[in-house]
């Protein structure tokens, strides 16, 4: 059976939230997102007042995925921590109104941030999905649905042989995510005790970790901890930040790490969130803009 809840939750962006490069299983089907969270099929649809759940089975408590999405959290109260002149910032908020940080679990949310190194987010999405369905349990779907499956654990990967994670188009990936899903298999990364460290010695142990530099530890820092501060810095947000802060120099990155704590304030890691997507939008819309002049001009 499906059992269905509403979140009741106002200022939240579904579509901006799941499409925004912090999750990469969520697929837009009829109309809805559907994802799997805590290896359990879901389908998320918005209404008016919150969105809309679904999942198999008899489910009484969806706290697992309330805190998933992060209904709880006030918004509001989240942009006013947000300098209140930075017309750049505020431009980004207004393009993604409603933008949410989801609380991911810590290890698919720290093993699909090594495979993203140097990848868009579409072949990000290909690879994942490879990973799963040849490692992952599978999950139970409605009937006359196509199959789906949980991400993979550690201690799966962990047995992988090297060539076989590289079959999944991960290529040079492939080492780090097994290295690391060797670590967390054997204690010798205890991802649940890195919620209780302050923020850079978590990001030091997770620094560790083959292919893990600042950006990814960073990534993981703020979607599957929920460390406030924690601001990743791929190519959009660079660019972001030299264009509105800094047009004449390119920062070093510890000044941009100074800069960032001591600007965006306690809310750091919210303000990247609406920077990047902004930023990556925009850059989509002018790639498409260049690309229908070319085509017209043919």
């Known amino acids: 059976m499906i059992s269905t809840t509403f979140f009741q939750v106002g200022d939240y962006n579904l579509d901006l939230t799941l499409s925004s490069g912090q999750a990469f299983r969520w697929r837009l089907l009829d109309g809805g997102w559907e994802g799997v969270v805590a290896g359990r099929w879901v389908r998320l649809e918005s209404e008016a007042g919150g969105i809309r759940a679904a999942s198999l089975g008899r489910i009484k408590d969806w706290r697992w995925l309330a805190d998933y999405l992060q209904v709880e959290v006030k918004l509001g109260e989240i ?13 980004a908020v207004e393009s993604c109104h409603g933008l949410r940080l989801l609380r ?6 720290l093993a699909s941030f090594i495979l993203s190194s140097t990848k868009q987010i579409a072949h990000i999405q290909q690879i994942i999905e490879r ?57 010798a990364l205890d991802l649940g005790k890195l919620a209780n460290m302050d923020e850079s010695q978590a990001r030091e142990r997770l620094m560790d970790l083959r292919g893990v530099g600042p950006k990814i530890a960073n990534c993981v820092l703020l979607f599957a901890y929920g460390y406030p501060q924690a601001f990743p810095v791929d190519v959009w947000v660079r660019r972001a930040l030299e264009t509105a802060y800094f047009p004449r120099r390119r920062l070093k990155p510890r000044e941009m790490e100074s800069f960032v704590r ?5 809310q750091a890691g919210y303000a990247q969130q609406y920077l990047f997507h902004h930023w990556r939008m925009q850059g989509r819309g002018r790639r498409k803009a260049a690309l229908t002049a070319g085509e017209g001009g043919l």
Do not use: I, N
């Not at 991911?104 to 949310?109: A, F, G």
């Not at 991400?151 to 991960?170: N, S």
């Not at 001591?262 to 306690?266: A, E, I, V």
């Open 104 to 109: 991911q679990e810590p290890w698919e949310c």
């Open 262 to 266: 001591q600007y965006f304030g306690p």
């Open 79 to 91: 942009l006013k921590t947000f300098p209140p002149e930075d017309k750049h910032l505020w431009s």
């Open 131 to 187: 990973l799963c369905e040849r490692f992952g349990a599978p999950v139970k779907v409605p009937d006359g649905h196509f199959p789906m499956h949980a991400f993979p654990q550690a201690k799966t990967l962990a047995l992988v042989d090297e060539q076989e994670l590289r079959a999944c188009g991960m290529g040079f990936r492939a080492r780090a995510l097994r290295e690391a899903a060797q670590r967390v298999a054997t204690g």
